[in-house]
């Protein structure tokens, strides 16, 4: 397979070196940010033996090209340009100008709020197993598992500090990633959480 004839013909399908903002690639995918989205030829690069297929979201067209072969096309398609090659961050980053106010609105919250979900669920996953340990008639008739094992009712209640800290502390953990979406210091943006 000819590698770099490859990488012209895309080049050229997406409507030239001219077109391209900035570009990476993945295991499989081209990750393109075009300038203009409505120059790509996508009837000529569904035609193409190397493209797997094509789709744009979140304000970057992606070519699926298949693993093993996608960085020897890219390889080919950086000479080609010139352009060096962007992180998969960079793309995203140049790739939500080309989103509308309410995707970048969207975009915004989900880069404040994914990185705290692993806390939240972590403490849903605790309050259920405080639940299951201080739950009367569970296990026993009106008795919880520790009004019969008193010995666990300090685990018991670590448990539930645990469990509630996500939630009390949700506000700091906002602050916090907040600041840091914003390119702001974390610590100042905790440190406003705690006001509310």
């Known amino acids: 397979m000819n590698y770099k004839k490859s990488a012209e013909e895309i080049l050229e399908a997406i409507g030239g070196e001219d077109n391209l903002d900035a570009m990476a690639h993945c295991a ?22 190397v493209v797997k297929g094509t789709f744009s979201t979140g304000g970057q ?13 890219f390889n080919e398609l950086e000479k080609i340009t010139g352009k060096e090659a962007s992180t998969t961050a960079d793309v995203k980053d140049k790739s939500a100008r ?14 404040i ?16 197993i405080n639940n299951i340990l201080t739950a009367p008639d569970l296990f026993y008739d ?15 209640d ?30 100042l943006g905790a440190a406003l959480g705690m006001r509310f």
Do not use: C, W
Request: no cysteine; charged share 15%; proline share 5%.
């Open 61 to 73: 067209y992606q070519i699926i090209i298949g693993s093993g072969t996608v960085n020897k096309v």
């Open 142 to 156: 009106n008795k919880s598992l520790i009004d019969v094992h008193s010995q666990f009712a300090g685990l018991a």
């Open 158 to 187: 670590m448990i539930n500090i645990f469990a509630n800290a996500p939630f009390t502390l949700l506000p700091i953990l906002i602050g916090f990633s907040a600041a840091k979406r914003f390119g702001g210091n974390p610590f």
């Open 28 to 49: 499989t995918r081209l990750r393109l940010v075009l300038n203009d989205e409505s120059k790509v030829d996508e009837e000529t690069l569904s035609k193409m033996d």
């Open 98 to 111: 080309n989103m509308n106010p309410l995707q970048r609105f969207v975009k915004m919250l989900s880069d």
């Open 113 to 128: 709020f994914v990185p705290i979900i692993p806390a939240i669920v972590a403490g849903g996953l605790l309050m259920g």
